[in-house]
Structures are given as structure tokens and as C-alpha cells.
């Protein structure tokens, strides 16, 4: 209770005063003798993947009090996939702000974060670390798959399927209408390894959550065990002192294991903005993961879990084949053993220590080690004069595997309005072997960056069987979509220095994965002419280009849009780096 004291100008008033207000709550003086255990929740009515957040509350608060801790409960941001506009994405640095400064600004010994949703959890470790007060995570969990004509199905891999199945008639209103009614059938967050399962994965690989945390489903009761678990442990990790809170217990290697991870299980590209913006909040790590890191772990690590979108199972199949435990089992020999976990032991101690249940090989969606479902690389960076601070892909997940070496002319879309008033015109000079690129969808030039890098394809190419098509854009993506998709290219075509800013219809644009490479065939004297006149055009007085009218933007947008970084440093506020600005 004496952690953080308001300031009176009296310490002793101080502390007086908190006492007599929160005994208002019922408390004794015993009960305020305890270490306080904070737990951050994230209910909302706007938010269904946390409809289970009240009884993870109450486990935790139980593991907690069985340990002699005082759980209080206080309210942060809750953000949902589907209902924030324009996007998640331009929250989550609130978001993380929020959980900063009210960590920061509470007297308690450790917190206990519980988050789910794709943004949330990065949010809070973001906050978390700067705060740099004792942390652990506790997510809701995966919901389960509903069913449909006998067929299992599952937010949201098989939202995108099916709606473009429907964009290209080949399923009906009826059809859509009742496939709606199964792809969310439980709570939880999306049942695929999108974007919520991927930083879930991460969180354990990161020692940050035990290894059943990541997957066991949201309305199972070993999630609320799980809970209890984290709750007690909240209560341990307070006698270590300064060695377990996240500036210290985060290294490196930390981040090294849990980029391997990544790889492994053909996560979601979002999770290489948010572990760069993650990484760069840690005063002792930042600037020494950058893209090419993701890209050379990428080298050496196997894809291993056969889950939607990379593979056709469910997390609900993951965590049956024993989950993260197995997982990291197989990804033994690339991990970094000596990192260590929020229990206060090493990575490879815990995992010597973790009872292992054998799991018949036909029965699980975990590959071994040496029979890998995609021998390297399952997400890569691309670089080239398009994108020469770097661009994503997840290469795992195409669905035609010659694009992965493709040129074709390029089909530009202005921005994301542009794009669907033309994408589907019967008019549109397209066809299999166009490169899609969409423009203005990066931090800048769309707030949030949205999850529109997903290009649909034009509709009178499915309507022909065409599946895939090479899209580029400065966007991101779903986790939970797939396609042969090049992602969050930098810097984004708002700048105006951008050369994706000035690519036009017909230029041709060249993707060749194992190279590395993303080019557009343009001569240096012709881009620098583009840009020149390019830059002229948004120095204007009038101009209303984005670049320019964050100058006089007000409120958290103006904020948003004069302190956003680009993708290939994690999309963070500059001054919430650990160097600040």
C-alpha cells in the first residue's frame, strides 16, 4: 500500500488517506499487510472474445488469495478485432499507454494482464515492460470450431474462405447466412492461428505464461485452472525481486525463442509488427531485432503445426497434440534453454520438468522436427527498390506456389475506397497474371493500418477459378488469412518519398521469394522523376494529402499521425521507444 503514494506534500498523510478510503472497500488492516496483486481487466460488452474474463477474474483472484496475496481488479482499454474503428491497430498504442501509466500509478506488487484479442495482448506487454513492474499474462483462450454440412469450421480462416467462395458464387445468401450462425460458436479468440493464438504462443515462448496458457480453450476448465496457476504465481514471483520483472527476466534470447516460434507454427505477419514494437519498449533489446532478424531465424526453423491458415487444423487439435510443451520439445535443439520463465526457472528447466503425454503421430498436428510441414522460412522479409526498409510475407501460406516467384503489371488501387469501387468492375484491365497492389494503407496514410492487405480477388477472375493472385500493399493482413500476400512494406506509400506511392497501372512488378527480392522494373531516373513531382504535389499550402494535414490534426488522431513509426519498427509512438524520441 505504500508503492506509489499520491503526492500531498506529506508522505505519511499520504498513505493515511489511501488507507482510510480503501478500507471504505471493507479491507482490514491485515488484508492491506498483504502483497497486492493487480488484475488488469479486460471485459467489454464490445469485446466477446473476453466474455469469459469474469471467471478468469475470480480464478486468478483465487490463486491469489490461496497463496496469501490481496487480488484487486481494475479496469484497462479493451479492444476487439471487429469493433474499433477504423482499426484495432490505431489503438493498441493507446492501449499500451493506458496499461503503462495505470500499472505505473497503482501500489501493487505484480499484475496479473488478461487480454485475448488480437491487439490486446501486445498492448499490455508493451505497457507492461515500460512500467517494468512484476507482469504475467492470462489469456482467454481459443474458442471452439462449430460445425456446417458435417464439416468443422472456425473463425476466422473460414470467414475469408467461404465469403470469397460466396463473392465468386459459388455458395448462396442462404449459404453465407448459415455459415455465419457456426464460425464463432463459443467464446474465445479466433480458433486458428491467427493473430490472438500466435502472440498466445508467443507469451509462452517469451517465459512470460505457462505452457498450456496459449492453448487450452476459452471454455474449458483447464483454462481456469490456468488461471488459479497465474494467480499464485503472481504472488511467488514478488520474492525475486528486480531479477523476474520484464526489463530484467526479457532478453534477447528471449525474443530469439520467441520468433522461433513464430516461424514454427506459421503465425500471423502481425506479430512481426507487434514483437518489433514490443522489443523496442525494452531498454536493453531495443534496435537489436529488426526485420532481417525474423527473416534469418526464419532460415533454420522448420514449419511444424499443421493449423489453419498454414495447415487445416484447430487450435482446439493443437493443444490435444500437447500444445506448446510438445511444440518447443521439437524446436529444442534452435532454442536459447537459458531464458528465463516467470517461475524463475530457465526455459529448459521447465521444460525437463513438464510432465509429457505421448500422442499417437497420426492423432497429432505437430510434425516432427525432421518432417516438417515447410522445411524453412514460413513468414520472410522482401526487400528491393519497393520496399527497401523491408516488407512481409508469409510464404507458408500461399495457395499457388509459382507466385512466389512472379512478375506481372501492376493493378493499383489509390486506397482502400478506391479498391472496392473498382475491384469488381467488369471493366477492370486484369487478369491471373496482374499483381495487385493497393496504396495508403500504412500508418500514415490509412490510421490503424487495417487488415485490408487481404486484396480481394477481382470478382470475374473467381468467377473463372482463380484462387490467388500476388498482392502487395503497405497494410497488414488477418492471422487467420492466407494468400500470396506481401505485407506492410516500408516506408509506406504516404510518404513521399515512398516508391510504392508512385507505382502505376502496367509497371512491372517482380517477387521472388527466394531471392528475397521485391522490385519494381522502373529506372532509378524515372522513380526519382515520379517522386520529385510527387513531393511537390503534397507541399502544397492546400494540400490535404495525409503527410501534410497531420500538422494541424487534433486530439489522439493528430497524435496518432504526427508520432506513428513505420511498419519495420513495430508501427509504435516514437516517444514511447525505451530512447524516446
Known amino acids: 500500500m505504500r508503492r506509489g503514494l499520491t503526492s500531498y506534500g506529506d508522505a505519511h498523510f499520504s498513505l493515511f488517506l489511501r488507507k482510510a478510503f480503501i478500507k471504505a472497500l471493507g479491507y482490514s488492516e491485515d488484508a492491506l499487510s498483504r502483497p497486492v496483486i493487480g488484475i488488469a481487466d479486460t471485459r467489454s460488452g464490445f469485446n466477446p472474445c473476453h466474455a469469459n474474463t469474469p471467471a478468469l477474474v475470480d480464478a486468478a483472484s483465487r490463486g491469489v488469495l490461496l497463496h496469501g496475496g490481496i487480488p484487486v481488479t481494475f479496469p484497462t482499454i479493451s479492444l476487439h478485432e471487429s469493433f474499433a ?25 505484480a499484475v496479473v494482464l488478461v487480454g485475448g484479442c488480437d491487439k490486446t495482448t501486445p498492448a499490455q506487454l508493451m505497457g507492461g515492460i515500460s512500467a517494468n513492474k512484476h507482469i504475467l499474462h492470462l489469456v482467454t483462450g481459443p474458442m471452439m470450431p462449430g460445425s456446417h454440412r458435417g464439416v468443422r469450421i472456425g473463425a476466422c480462416t473460414d ?115 507487434h514483437l518489433l514494437a514490443i522489443a523496442n519498449r525494452h531498454p536493453a533489446v531495443a534496435g537489436t531485432i529488426t526485420l532481417d532478424t525474423f527473416d534469418e531465424v526464419g532460415r533454420n526453423t522448420p514449419l511444424l503445426v499443421d493449423l489453419k491458415p498454414s495447415g487445416s487444423n484447430y487450435m482446439t487439435d493443437f493443444h490435444n497434440s500437447g500444445g506448446m510443451a510438445a511444440l518447443l520439445h521439437e524446436l529444442r535443439p534452435l532454442l536459447h ?51 527497401p526498409r523491408g516488407a512481409v510475407m508469409k510464404a507458408s501460406a500461399s495457395k499457388d506456389r509459382r507466385l512466389l516467384r512472379h512478375s506481372g503489371p ?13 475491384i469488381d468492375d467488369e471493366n477492370l484491365d486484369v487478369d491471373e497474371n496482374s499483381v495487385l497492389v493497393l496504396q495508403n494503407i500504412g500508418p500514415v496514410g490509412n490510421p490503424g493500418m487495417p487488415e485490408a492487405g487481404l ?9 473463372r477459378g482463380v484462387g490467388d493472385m500476388l498482392r502487395v500493399s503497405d497494410g497488414r493482413m488477418s492471422g487467420t488469412a492466407g494468400g500470396t500476400i506481401v505485407l506492410h512494406v516500408s516506408p509506406e506509400a504516404a510518404d513521399p518519398g515512398s516508391v510504392l506511392g508512385i507505382v502505376r497501372d502496367g509497371d512491372v512488378i517482380t517477387c521472388d521469394v527466394d ?57 509504435d509512438f516514437d516517444f514511447l521507444r525505451a530512447e524516446g524520441i
Open 337 to 387: 534453454l537459458d531464458a528465463l520463465t516467470v517461475t524463475g526457472k530457465t526455459l529448459g528447466e521447465t521444460l525437463d520438468a513438464e510432465r509429457r503425454v505421448p500422442v499417437p503421430r497420426e492423432l497429432s498436428c505437430i510434425q516432427p522436427f525432421d518432417s516438417p510441414l515447410y522445411p524453412a522460412s514460413s513468414l520472410i522479409v522482401l526487400r528491393g527498390n519497393l520496399a
Open 455 to 463: 486484396i480481394p480477388i477481382p470478382r470475374k477472375l473467381a468467377e
Open 85 to 109: 474503428s477504423p482499426s484495432s491497430m490505431f489503438l493498441r498504442n493507446l492501449m499500451s499507454v493506458d496499461t503503462e501509466e495505470i500499472v505505473r500509478a497503482q501500489p501493487v506488487d
Open 410 to 422: 501492376a493493378v493499383v488501387f489509390a486506397g482502400s475506397e478506391d479498391m472496392a469501387r473498382r
Open 515 to 571: 531471392a528475397r527480392v521485391l522490385r519494381v522494373e522502373v529506372s532509378d531516373e524515372e522513380i526519382r522523376k515520379r517522386q520529385e513531382a510527387r513531393r511537390k504535389e503534397v507541399e502544397k499550402d492546400d494540400s490535404k494529402h495525409p503527410w501534410k494535414a497531420r500538422e494541424k490534426m487534433r486530439g489522439y488522431r493528430g497524435l496518432y499521425m504526427r508520432s506513428v513509426n513505420q511498419a519495420d519498427q513495430g508501427a
Open 159 to 273: 470467414c475469408r474462405n467461404n465469403w470469397a467462395n460466396y463473392r465468386a458464387g459459388v455458395i448462396d445468401i442462404e449459404e453465407i447466412a448459415a455459415l455465419n450462425d457456426e464460425l464463432a460458436p463459443t467464446t474465445g479468440t479466433c480458433g486458428v492461428m491467427g493473430t490472438a493464438s500466435t502472440m498466445a504462443c508467443i507469451l509462452v515462448a517469451l517465459g512470460l505464461m505457462p505452457f498450456k496458457g496459449a492453448t487450452a480453450p476459452a471454455v474449458s476448465s483447464a483454462r481456469l485452472r490456468i488461471a488459479e496457476e497465474t494467480g499464485a504465481n503472481a504472488v511467488k514471483i514478488i520474492a525475486a525481486g528486480e531479477k523476474l520483472k520484464p526489463q530484467s527476466l526479457l532478453t534477447r534470447e528471449s525474443f530469439l525463442n520467441a520468433i522461433t516460434v513464430l516461424q514454427a507454427i506459421g503465425g500471423s505477419t502481425n506479430a512481426v509488427v
